[in-house]
């Protein structure tokens, strides 16, 4: 019979609240992939790796422990979820948009000195653009390679898959690509509100995700599980090799000739293993888009109507509704009166005059 205190801790936490710490989400995105990692790492590494006291712990016991690493782990890994796919995305190969400030200068004993970190550090980071900026070229070439297939005036079987890849791998305009694969499949479901309703679809989309039925949401939530999972297998993947490659360097399983077949054989199976699954990320963050685009297709009208604005009649008008969306989003400025539904009107489509949308940035 349970004691007091662990009735009380069961209700305090509640199955709810048990349910919300392992949700499918983290058990299937997060922790087995970490958790069937470890287990393999565990089990091809030399015994004395690992501590005496796991050596001599029973097998369960040794589950228990690898459980509750995983368990730590994986929360570990939703919390840098985001960070993981924007590197995935190739964001951190692009130069910023806003040029960093110059450096400032430091005044100490009647001595100026200058800040001389961002010139050390200058060359590894103009290399890191160079690479970026080639990486990108190379989907550029693709891209208008499609693009030109996409314009033939015939109908083809070619131009037919060409314009099925851009609209599915690609973002709308040459400018928005990454270096990426798998950033370009993101950026293509992002940009597709702006391509089709002149409506900044990262800026919107937590106001659509708010509008989702439930079924929509069930839909939603598989999609981001099963880009999580794969997502954290690659580094789980990669991590446990680079760990397993140093391990066996440590503790050699034989001769120099054994250790160098060994350790051959690690990198062939991790980077076999770690192609794949970026493969199959970029797989699933092209479902994840679908659902992303049908929220958009569905919702925007309602998005419309609950912010207050008239319906639109003409593609004109929802261009407008958008675009002063996007500036309410993004720069915090007024809707416009000319897109508001007048109140107490009984036409919900009359328009209360006032001034032209404002001038973009």
């Known amino acids: 019979m349970p004691s007091r205190s662990q009735t009380e801790i069961v209700g305090w936490l509640g199955l709810s609240d048990l349910a919300g710490l392992f949700s499918r989400k ?5 922790f087995i992939p970490v958790f069937f990692a470890s287990l393999a790492w565990a089990q091809l590494v030399d015994s004395r790796t690992m501590p005496g006291v796991y050596r001599d712990a029973s097998k369960g016991t040794q589950i228990l422990v690898l459980g509750g690493f995983a368990v730590l782990v994986g929360y570990l890994l939703s919390g840098v979820h985001y960070s993981a796919v924007r590197f995935l995305e190739g964001y951190w190969l692009q130069a ?20 001389t970190r961002s010139r050390m550090t200058a060359p590894l980071v103009n290399a890191r653009y160079r ?3 080639r990486m990108r070229q190379r989907w550029v070439r693709e891209f208008r390679w499609l693009s030109e297939l996409d314009r033939a ?10 314009s099925r890849r851009l ?20 950026r293509s479901f992002e940009t597709y509100p702006r391509q089709r309703y002149s409506l900044d679809g990262i800026a919107a989309w937590p106001r659509i995700a708010t509008l989702l039925s439930d079924g929509e949401r069930t839909e939603l939530e ?8 794969w997502l954290n297998w690659l580094l789980s993947v990669t991590v446990s090799g680079v760990a397993l490659f140093a391990e066996r360097l440590w503790h050699r399983p034989g001769g120099v000739f054994a250790t160098i077949g060994v350790e051959l054989a690690v990198i062939a199976a991790t980077t076999l293993l770690a192609t794949w699954m970026y493969r199959q990320s970029i797989s699933a963050a092209a479902r994840w888009g679908q659902p992303v685009r049908a929220g958009f297709d569905m919702h925007r009208l309602g998005l419309y109507e609950t912010l207050g604005l008239r319906a639109p009649l003409t593609q004109e008008q929802e261009q407008e509704n958008a675009r002063a969306i996007g500036r309410l989003v993004a720069f915090g400025e007024r809707l416009p009166d000319q897109t508001r539904v007048a109140a107490g009107s009984s036409d919900e489509h009359e328009k209360i005059p006032g001034p032209g949308p404002a001038t973009s940035n």
Not at 26 to 30: A, L, N, Q
Not at 96 to 115: C, E, N, Q, W
Not at 153 to 162: F, G, H, L
């Open 222 to 229: 598989d999609a981001t599980t099963d880009l999580a999972f």
């Open 96 to 115: 910023p948009s806003i040029p960093p400030p110059p450096d400032l200068a430091i005044t100490k004993a009647g001595r100026t000195f200058v800040r």
């Open 26 to 30: 983290f058990v299937v995105g997060f």
């Open 153 to 162: 005036p015939e109908v083809s079987p070619q131009r037919t898959a060409a």
């Open 167 to 186: 609209n599915s791998e690609f973002p709308a305009q040459e400018a928005n690509l990454l270096p990426t694969r798998f950033g370009n499949v993101i």
């Open 131 to 133: 690479l970026g900026d």
